[in-house]
Nanobody
Framework: QVQLVESGGGLVQAGGSLRLSCAAS????????MGWFRQAPGKEREFVAA????????NYGDSVKGRFTISRDNAENTVYLRMTSLKPEDTAVYYC??????????????????WGQGTQVTVSS
């Protein structure tokens, strides 16, 4: 069993920055690809970013490329999402997710085994 706990969300003005953290319990974190997704009210869950189990590869959704950076610290069992140049349309609940078994990183939510509870990010104009 793995538990994922997100933190770092909040209210920020457009153009500002935030860093989200996702702390994982369990020994399988270092062999898990990790992803960040977001869901705004009335919209489907959207892929934001993913990172391979060893951190060597990353992938981003088109709407965040060049503004967001995903990283991980396997010694700390934590994955991060650095968000810069935030826009009002980035407002959403952000979720981290884990994909076990040294599988490639993925951009579909159905590929992930465990999810955190989410953290709210609100960007004011």
């Amino acid at each position: 069993q793995v538990q994922l706990v997100e933190s770092g969300g909040g209210l920020v003005q457009a153009g500002g920055s935030l860093r989200l953290s996702c702390a994982a319990s369990g020994r399988t974190f270092s062999s898990s690809a990790m992803g960040w997704f977001r869901q705004a009210p009335g919209k489907e869950r959207e892929f934001v970013a993913a990172i391979s189990w060893n951190g060597g590869n990353t992938n981003y959704g088109d709407s965040v490329k060049g503004r967001f950076t995903i990283s991980r610290d396997n010694a700390e069992n934590t994955v991060y999402l650095r968000m810069t140049s935030l826009k009002p349309e980035d407002t959403a609940v952000y979720y981290c997710a884990a994909r076990f078994g040294m599988l490639p990183m993925a951009k579909f939510s159905s590929d992930y085994n465990y999810w955190g509870q989410g953290t709210q990010v609100t960007v004011s104009s």
